[in-house]
């Protein structure tokens, strides 16, 4: 099985990082697994290209950058996807988002989507607030997976009350949670 993990975080050791990295620490050694920083690479953003049935199908997008040659066959590739991000004023990073608005290649000119039904997904999200202020983040990604992708949901956590790199604590129960999820991929 191959999963990839995609941190949409600019802290490589922060919380949500430590979440997927307790998942990724747990699933059994013969998964192959793939990690993907979007704060280290430089991509477009998408300009929702008049011809994007031609050009979706025949490369997956106008742009030749990191994004098109690297990411979209790892996803492609991928049979579980782990996206994780910080909440940041609100809402996924910017970087995620861009990243989300690049999909657009996976869906075609009747609104069906291609490739990505029937992967899985487990969605990571962590902020500063209390827990309940913004669950609604982690609601958002598993809308955008669940419902309009067609992914299947293998979990979803959010961790409320991280107001900094040290506020994760090893006794978390997301960490432990965290490690159930990895133990039954």
Known sequence: MKILAIYGSPKKQGITATIVDTILDSVDETHQVEKIYLYDREFHDCIGCSDADTIHREK???????????????????????????????????????????????????????????KKYIAV????????????????????????????????LHVGGMVDSNSLKPDNPVLQQAKEIGEGI
């Open 125 to 156: 999200t962590a902020s500063g607030a209390p827990e309940d202020v913004y669950k609604y983040v982690s609601d958002y990604l598993t809308g955008w997976l669940s419902d309009f992708f067609k992914m299947g949901k293998i979990a979803a």
């Open 60 to 118: 997956f997008c106008t742009f030749d950058d990191w994004f098109r040659e690297e990411i979209i066959p790892s996803i492609n590739a991928a049979d579980v996807l782990i996206i994780s991000s910080p909440v940041y004023m609100g809402q996924i990073t910017g970087k995620l988002k861009t990243m989300f608005d690049r999909w657009h290649t996976y869906i075609t000119p009747e609104y069906s989507i291609r490739i990505l039904p029937g």
